[in-house]
C-alpha cells in the first residue's frame, strides 16, 4: 500500500458529518454540502458534493480539470448532461434513485432537477477536484477579448452578461423572475425527449 497518509497520527480522522461542511447554498431546497480531504484527513484520491435541488433548479454549465465525476441519485430526479468533447454533442441523461452517470474528467456538463426534493451525490476521483464554472468563464474574461472573439459590440456583450454572476453553482438565481413559458427551453421537459434514461 503507498499511501503518505500516517494512519497511526493521534490526529487521523476516520468518520465525518457532512452535513456540517456546507458548500454552498442557494435557499433551504438547494444546497451542497463538501467533504474532501480539508474535512476528513484520511481520504485518497476521494471526494464528494452531497447536493439537494428542487425543481427546475440545476447545476450551473462546468468541467473539472483534475477529475471524473461520479453522479448518483438518491432520490428524485435529474437530468445530467454531458457535452461528448469528441463528438460536439450533448447527451442528456435521466436518471432516479439508485442509478449513476459518468463524466469523464475535463468534460463541460450541467445537471438538471426534474422533481423536487432531489438528492444526489457528486464523487470524484481526486481528494480536492478542481472547478471552472461558466459564470466565472463569461464574468473573468476580459469582455474586449470576448467581443473580439466573437465579433460583438463590447458594450452589448457586457450588458448581455450584466446579470451572470460569478461562481453561480446553482441557478437560476432566487430573484429570477421569468414566465414558465420562458422557462421551458431550458428546463428538462424540454429536453425530456431527447434524454436516455437508465433501462
Not at 132 to 155: F, R, V
Request: charged share 15%; glycine share 4%.
Amino acid at each position: 500500500m503507498d499511501s503518505s497518509i500516517d494512519y497511526t497520527a493521534p490526529s487521523t480522522q476516520f468518520a465525518f458529518d457532512v452535513n456540517k461542511s456546507p458548500f454552498f447554498k442557494k435557499d433551504s431546497y438547494n444546497f451542497m454540502n463538501i467533504l474532501g480531504v480539508q474535512q476528513l484527513n484520511t481520504l485518497d484520491n476521494i471526494s464528494l458534493l452531497d447536493i439537494f435541488l428542487s425543481a427546475n433548479n440545476n447545476i450551473e454549465p462546468h468541467y473539472h480539470p483534475n477529475a471524473a465525476e461520479l453522479v448518483y441519485c438518491i432520490s428524485g430526479e435529474i437530468v445530467v448532461s454531458i457535452l461528448n468533447p469528441f463528438t460536439k454533442q450533448y447527451k442528456h441523461y435521466t436518471i432516479t434513485p439508485g442509478q449513476v452517470a459518468n463524466i469523464p474528467q475535463g468534460w463541460w456538463h450541467y445537471q438538471m432537477a426534474t422533481e423536487d426534493r432531489t438528492h444526489i451525490l457528486a464523487i470524484f476521483n481526486a481528494s480536492t477536484p478542481e472547478v471552472i464554472l461558466g459564470s466565472d468563464i463569461l464574468k473573468l474574461t476580459p469582455s474586449n477579448i470576448m467581443a473580439h472573439t466573437y465579433c460583438m459590440n463590447e458594450n452589448e456583450y457586457k450588458k448581455a452578461i450584466a446579470p451572470v454572476m460569478p461562481s453561480t453553482y446553482i441557478g437560476p438565481p432566487k430573484n429570477c423572475n421569468k414566465t414558465t413559458t420562458d422557462n421551458q427551453q431550458y428546463y428538462p421537459n424540454h429536453f425530456i425527449n431527447q434524454s436516455y434514461p437508465m433501462q
